[in-house]
């Protein structure tokens, strides 16, 4: 199975939600049992947030193959977890998760770069970079470099045939 562990796998909604945690290696998930992942990169559509102040934004991106969960955590300067850190990087991290959620609003095209985790039974992307697209053609080009070709995805066969 090839590992792309710390890697940002430009994938499409629909690649990320079929995406399965694996059993074998913690914190990634397996894609179509031949990839090892533990991040991601899309471009999308924001559809849906929710902001609970100092707590977390959740929101939602749509790329028309699937919608995808994402959140950025806010509470750095509260949580347990970053309380064994330097109050000065806990304070940057904190300062870049701020930024990350004042840039989220629905209707925006974002480019977003999470960790794939598991939440209550659904995949969804922990917030890691996300910027706002201003390019139009942004999304066509980030669809020419994933993985696996569209065309493969809406069912044209290898021979080229099938016009319309």
């Known amino acids: 199975m090839q590992s792309l562990h710390d890697t940002h796998v430009k ?10 945690p694996s059993s ?3 914190n990634t998930v397996i894609r179509k049992g031949t990839h090892i992942l533990s991040r991601a990169e899309t471009l999308d559509i924001v559809t849906f947030w929710e902001h609970k102040s100092d707590r977390f934004l959740k929101f939602t991106i749509d790329d028309g193959t699937g919608c995808i969960p994402c959140v950025i955590w806010l509470n750095q300067l509260t949580s347990p977890y970053f309380s064994r850190r330097c109050s000065p990087d ?12 004042t840039v989220v609003q ?5 480019r977003v770069k999470g960790k ?3 939440y209550r039974g659904n995949v969804q992307l922990t917030v890691v970079d ?8 942004a999304e066509i080009v980030h669809e020419g470099g ?8 809406v069912g044209f066969d290898e021979g ?5």
Do not use: W
Not at 90 to 98: H, L
Not at 146 to 153: A, F, G, H, L, W
Not at 160 to 164: A, L, N
């Open 11 to 20: 994938l499409l909604a629909f690649d990320i939600l079929s995406l399965i």
């Open 24 to 26: 074998s290696h913690p």
């Open 90 to 101: 806990v304070r940057r991290i904190a300062e870049v998760a701020k930024s990350f959620a």
């Open 106 to 110: 629905i209707g925006v095209l974002v």
């Open 116 to 118: 794939v985790g598991v």
């Open 130 to 137: 996300v910027v706002v697209e201003r390019d139009p053609n």
């Open 146 to 153: 994933r993985s696996e070709s569209i065309s493969t995805k």
């Open 160 to 164: 080229g045939g099938g016009g319309f």
